[in-house]
């Protein structure tokens, strides 16, 4: 075996994935599809919905593929343009799961184990949780590295995920005795709207999974729906503060001024600057129809989308050609490094 672990010198690429369960909401456009759009222009990027994490819990089949139509829609309205990024279906690409296998076969149990995601998930209901469920996070390494990803636009609940990414690739090379054949995938965490909380909780991140559909804004709501859920935010009883510093503590209000900070593209400490000593009876009305100026539009361009779905199935089946040209080489070195018969 080689001495010193070579470094990968592979072109870079961006990869990430959005599940199809539920509707996408404005925490998964700041955090993910605004920075995907971002991302097209100068990097390598693969965007994938990720129809094989979604059904690691249960998943309506009559369902699933308008699902899948829908979060395309979703990525084609907020900017993704598929002629600069690849977007498609993860179970459409069969690299995923022979990938997963092979990584099963390299990742630990005691490595899983200490996956906090699938503690959460499971709760006490562990044993009647889904193996899928617990195996999860290789999945995830095998879409990563099935494109030979180098960057991964991540949210901080999935560090840890990328983490054993990291773990497994490093492990594979060194077993295998191929020295940088997989990179170890970077986060790109940093950013506005990495981190967008409920409106009801601003201790709790913003998901489409909390019952009360007040505390989201989906990206299907209509102007008036969005003015009404920034009404009733959870704010409290102070005025917007002068420095940044002075948002420790008062989480439901760091949030709101995350969000008009990453909405219009100013830092919060431009935002408080503007609305310093002001209270919420004159931000939350400017807040609102900032919100319902970005995304009304976005709602618009996803309804005429969905009214065409034959057109999000030529793309996609487009993207799944295009990620499988590049997937299906890389697994195809899996087996020859693993010692695979071939004739």
């Not at 960057?151 to 060194?174: T, Y």
């Not at 830092?267 to 939350?284: H, M, N, P, R």
Request: with cysteine; net charge negative.
């Amino acid at each position: 075996m080689s001495d010193k672990p070579a470094e990968y010198t592979g072109p870079e690429r961006v990869f990430s994935g959005v599940q199809p369960s539920g509707s996408l909401h404005l925490g998964n456009y700041l955090g993910a599809l605004k920075k995907f759009v971002d991302l097209q222009d100068d990097h390598d990027c693969v965007y994938c919905i990720v129809d094989l994490h979604a059904v690691t819990v249960w998943q309506e089949p009559k369902e699933l593929a308008n699902q899948t139509r829908h979060i395309a829609a979703a990525f084609l309205a907020a900017g993704v343009d598929p002629a600069k990024a690849i977007i498609y279906p993860q179970s459409r690409v069969r690299a995923h799961t022979e990938l997963a296998w092979y990584f099963n076969c390299v990742a630990r149990i005691g490595w899983l184990n200490r996956m906090t995601q699938f503690k959460d998930k499971a709760g006490k209901n562990s044993e009647k949780m889904s193996v899928g469920l617990y195996d999860y996070p290789v999945l995830q390494a095998a879409d990563i590295l099935t494109f030979k990803a180098t960057h991964v636009p991540v949210g901080e609940d999935q560090k840890q995920h990328l983490e054993l990414s990291r773990d497994i690739a490093a492990k594979f090379n060194n077993d295998f005795d191929a020295p940088g054949f997989f990179p170890l995938p970077e986060p790109l965490i940093k950013g506005p709207g990495a981190r967008v909380m409920s409106l009801k909780d601003g201790s709790n991140k913003m998901s489409k999974s909390d019952p009360s559909d007040l505390s989201r804004i989906n990206l299907t709501d209509d102007a008036d729906l969005i003015a009404k859920k920034i009404r009733k935010a959870k704010s409290d009883a102070g005025v917007i503060p002068e420095a940044v510093e002075e948002l420790e503590g008062r989480p439901e209000v760091s949030n709101l001024v995350g969000i008009y900070a990453a909405l219009s593209g100013k830092s919060d400490a431009d935002v408080l600057t503007e609305f310093a000593g002001q209270g919420f009876g004159a931000f939350k009305p400017a807040l609102a129809e900032l919100c319902v100026e970005k995304i009304a539009p976005i709602t618009q361009l996803m309804n005429r989308y969905l009214s065409d779905p034959e057109e999000i199935d030529r793309i996609l089946a487009r993207g799944a050609d295009a990620a499988s040209e590049i997937a299906d080489p890389i697994v195809g070195d899996v087996r020859d490094i693993m010692g695979f018969w071939k004739v």
